[in-house]
């Protein structure tokens, strides 16, 4: 048997014992990005502000769960996004735009339903548009940061009922400010929110149905036949 059959025959068997993982997704209201008040600060200087929102995410319920598995784990993954309204009055050339999640550790972090469990969040590098001339006005790309997978304790995550979910809570340090040759500038109206995606891990425990058997019976069997064939030619 080559190795090609022998492949074949390995997914066969993994195809009897099927995973069941299930995932489940919650965003800050009216979407990915929010609004939040506009950052007051001295002329020309980059300020930083602080953010506080709740993303939640339903529950493992129920009907989420086939027939033979159970409940083993769960793990989840936060993911935060900014983005900046500027007017610019200028005049001049060379205005940069700063914005997004300040890169100083532990000002930024996720904490889930176990409080013990939290996501520190550092930008990898400020993020900036521009240069601009003024005078102008417009929105910036998107700065997006992602952490995970967390793995947390099941506790809290399962709901007979079928109707709870989790709250996430995210708590971020942002920073605002226009640097250029004037400094009569306004900070930039800056924008955040955030998407948890959370997956439920389910263990195969129970004995698969007689059709299972069945099936993964024929395919090894197809898989031999396969083999027999290349072996006779």
């Known amino acids: 048997m080559n190795k090609k059959i022998l492949s074949l025959a390995v997914l066969a068997a993994v195809a009897i014992g099927a995973q069941a993982d299930v995932t489940k997704t919650g965003t800050t209201p ?3 990005i929010i609004p939040t008040s506009p950052f007051v600060g001295a002329p020309g200087t980059q300020v930083v502000g602080a953010l506080t929102y709740t993303v939640l995410v339903n529950d493992l319920y129920p ?4 027939v033979g598995f159970t409940f083993s784990g769960v793990q989840y993954t936060v993911t935060v996004g900014s983005y900046a309204n500027y007017v610019i009055v200028g ?5 940069v735009v ?5 890169q100083t550790a532990g000002e930024t972090f996720a904490v889930g339903p176990n409080s013990a469990t939290h996501q520190d969040f550092v930008a990898p590098l400020p993020s900036q548009a521009g240069p601009f001339t003024a005078p102008t006005s417009g929105t910036t790309g998107q700065q997006v940061v992602a952490k995970g ?4 304790v099941t506790t809290g995550y399962f709901d007979a009922g079928g109707t709870l979910k989790r709250t ?3 708590t971020t340090k ?3 400010g226009i640097t250029g040759p004037a400094t009569n500038e306004t900070q930039p109206d800056v924008f955040q929110g955030a998407t948890v995606s959370v997956t439920y891990l389910l263990t195969q425990t129970g004995v698969p149905e ?3 058997y069945a099936a993964g019976a024929m395919l090894l069997a197809g898989v031999g036949f396969v083999a027999r064939r290349r072996m006779i030619a």
Request: proline share 10%; hydrophobic share 35%.
């Open 30 to 32: 009216s979407g990915f």
């Open 63 to 66: 009907a989420d769960i086939p």
């Open 91 to 95: 005049p001049g050339t060379g205005y």
């Open 98 to 102: 700063n914005f997004g999640l300040s």
């Open 149 to 152: 997978p967390v793995v947390d």
């Open 168 to 170: 996430f809570t995210i």
């Open 174 to 176: 942002t920073v605002s």
């Open 210 to 212: 007689a059709g299972t």
